[in-house]
């Protein structure tokens, strides 16, 4: 049987735009230009015959075809990553590599995040860093910093501490690009930081 699809790299743009109702955070999280996803988006729309959105100054808002379509997508990219991953573990396209940096690591339980299990379809690996730019360069996902900033163009997510005092603030801050900041993968890492760091554990 022959499948008449769309342009995989179209249905991959007009899900990350569709989710995040902006070409920009799109762009962020596939790592691409807004202009890239816009085009993506528009051959698709024009291959199906049906507009997907309605393009307003303020941003995106889906048609009725947009919003029939987008949670059927969804389910396909799970279901392609699912069976990917069960083939190919290596791969591990649903999880993280996570930077923490040292000072972070100090407020952070022994470990962390190795051994968690509610963390373990979510992150891949972790490594020692304060480097902002390796997520710029996808060599990590996001970065776990006490203070610092400001991250430019990058999201920022603040996780208070029970380990801080007025002299001795001990902010953590959850660094990544903007399109991965309400992904999953995001909120489960920044829900385990949260228990542990009011915890103090």
């Given amino acids: ?8 790299n179209a249905l991959r743009a007009f899900e990350a ?17 807004a202009g890239a996803i816009s ?40 279901d392609l990553t699912e ?11 649903k999880k993280f590599n996570i930077g923490i940096c040292s000072k972070a690591a100090d407020i952070l339980p022994p470990h962390w995040p190795k051994h968690r299990g509610s963390l373990k379809a979510f992150v891949r690996d972790s490594i020692y860093t304060n480097d ?28 208070p501490s029970s380990a801080s005092t007025k002299k001795h603030p001990a902010e953590l801050h959850y660094v990544c690009k903007p399109g991965l900041a309400d992904c999953r993968q995001s909120k489960a890492i920044l829900e385990d930081l949260k228990i542990h760091t009011l915890s103090n554990s």
């Fill in 1 to 8: 049987m022959t499948y008449r699809l769309p342009a995989l």
């Fill in 17 to 33: 735009a569709a989710r995040h109702l902006s070409f920009r955070m799109a762009a962020s999280e596939l790592g691409v230009t």
């Fill in 39 to 78: 085009q993506q988006v528009k051959k698709l729309e024009v291959s199906l015959g049906v507009a997907l959105f309605r393009r307003l100054p303020q941003g995106l808002l889906l048609t009725t075809e947009g919003e029939t379509y987008l949670p059927q997508i969804s389910k396909v990219f799970e």
């Fill in 83 to 93: 069976a990917t991953e069960a083939i190919a573990p290596k791969m591990n396209s």
């Fill in 132 to 159: 902002v730019e390796m997520i710029r360069t996808n060599e990590i996902d996001c970065l776990i910093r006490l203070g610092g900033g400001p991250y430019g163009d990058l999201a920022l997510i603040k996780i």
